[in-house]
């Protein structure tokens, strides 16, 4: 008689000689499943372990970007007449912004103007009344100069269409009141009045001329401050305007990681968002100071080294807005773990 201990292998999806059709196996599906609930589990601690790893891995500094911005003051007291640039508005360099006038200086200029056609009608009443010289034709070069000057003001915005007729007048009332010469007479008079008057005249028009507000770079106009009509005194603020040019980055260096500000030390900054760049240290702090109001922001660090960068790579004009925070990141120094570092 043979025994058997081992039965038959059969099919398993065969009973009795009927085929039963089975659902394909889960088994794997539930590891997966049992994995995704362990890593959920255990995601705390990695996460905290990051932290820790990066904290010692890592040198990193809080910073902003530093996008300057130039106020334009009105350099004398004046009275805005006109604001030719608007916020948010793009100008170029020598572009005109902003008009002023003072009353006491047209006053002024007007004034001179008439004393100098006084002078010249008392030159030509005195050479009348000396047949034996010449009467000189008065020199009507400087109303043709004075035309000229309000011809460009009023193409720039800066006069107006009365003051440039007004100015033409003068030059056709002084031509027409100037009585024919012979051709040799000579002019022995003395001009030391006239030129006094011309010297004056010219500062008076510098002046003038300074009282129209023009951007000093390219850039964009950032605010204004002031209003047609209104009166300014003397370093009042009127307008301001950001240049084109690369911003700086202000980190704030742990008194711990000074080694990494130093001139030359490259590093990486990146903004919230995930852009990055390349930036260098410029200068070369000395103390380690308070943290300034400016970067109060960046959180509970109440001391560090004020560090100044220079972006390597263009970033886009949404990312240099003028008081950005963002991280910047220092390469580490593998040197610091060397047993023969000089350091």
Not at 193 to 222: M, N
């Amino acid at each position: 008689m043979k025994i058997r201990f081992t039965p038959v292998r059969a099919q398993p999806d065969v009973d009795r000689g009927l085929r039963v059709p089975y659902a394909p196996p889960q088994r794997q599906a539930h590891k997966i499943r049992w994995y995704i609930i362990l890593l959920l589990v255990a995601s705390p601690l990695l996460l905290l372990a990051y932290y820790l790893l990066a904290s010692w891995w890592l040198v990193e500094a809080p910073g902003f970007v530093d996008q300057p911005v130039v106020e334009l003051t009105a350099p004398q007291n004046a009275v805005v007449e006109a604001i030719q640039a608007q916020p948010e508005s793009r100008v170029a360099t020598g572009a005109p912004l902003l008009v002023l006038r003072d009353p006491q200086l047209d006053a002024r200029l007007q004034g001179l103007e008439r004393e100098w056609l006084a002078q010249q009608a008392a030159l030509r009443a005195s050479h009348q009344s000396r047949p034996a010289v010449a009467a000189s034709a008065p020199d009507t070069g400087w109303l043709a100069d004075n035309l000229r000057r309000y011809e460009q003001l009023f193409a720039a915005g800066a006069a107006t269409l009365a003051e440039v007729n007004e100015a033409r007048q003068r030059l056709a009332q002084a031509r027409a009141s100037v009585p024919p010469v012979a051709p040799a007479a000579v002019a022995l008079v003395n001009e030391a009045p006239l030129r006094a008057l011309e010297t004056e005249r010219a500062r008076l028009l510098a002046a003038r001329q300074s009282l129209t507000i023009t951007a000093p770079a390219a850039g964009t106009v950032v605010r204004v401050v002031t209003r047609p009509g209104l009166q300014v005194q003397a370093g009042q603020a009127l307008l301001a305007i950001q240049p084109d040019s690369a911003p700086r980055i202000m980190a704030l260096v742990a008194p711990q990681d000074s080694r990494y500000a130093q001139p030359g030390q490259l590093a990486m900054v990146r903004w919230p968002s995930g852009e990055r760049a390349r930036a260098r240290v410029l200068s070369l702090p000395h103390v380690s100071r308070p943290i300034p109001d400016s970067v109060r922001r960046l959180g509970e660090v109440r001391e560090g080294i004020v560090t100044e960068l220079a972006l390597l790579d263009p970033v886009p004009a949404r990312l240099r807005v003028d008081g950005l925070a963002l991280t910047v990141r220092f390469p580490h120094d593998w040197s610091r773990w060397w047993p023969f570092s000089q350091d």
